[in-house]
């Protein structure tokens, strides 16, 4: 995904969400809201999307855009422990 699309992504990854991880009826911003969503796949193959430490669900989700996040390779110099 190079653009913006209102499909959700099926891929595992790492993933922009441009709007609003709620419906306008619940309260929350007026304005839409960048999200970094990660996407992986469980035993069934279906694909959970997790936005920080929480779970993100299409019937939850109100109106938004996925993009595909180019994230930065980590430093060398910090080695696992």
Known sequence: MSNWQ???????????FYGWTHHKIIDGPDEPEMYLVQVRKVG??????IEGHRF??????????????????????????
Do not use: Q
Not at 6 to 16: A, D, I, L
Not at 44 to 49: D, F, L, N, P, Q
Not at 64 to 78: D, N, Q, V, Y
């Open 44 to 49: 069934s193959g279906e694909s959970i999307y």
């Open 6 to 16: 209102h499909e959700w992504p099926t891929k595992p990854g790492m993933y922009w």
């Open 56 to 81: 993100l669900y299409k019937v939850e989700v109100g109106e938004g855009m996925w993009s595909e996040a180019t994230l930065p390779t980590p430093p060398k110099e910090i080695v696992a422990r």
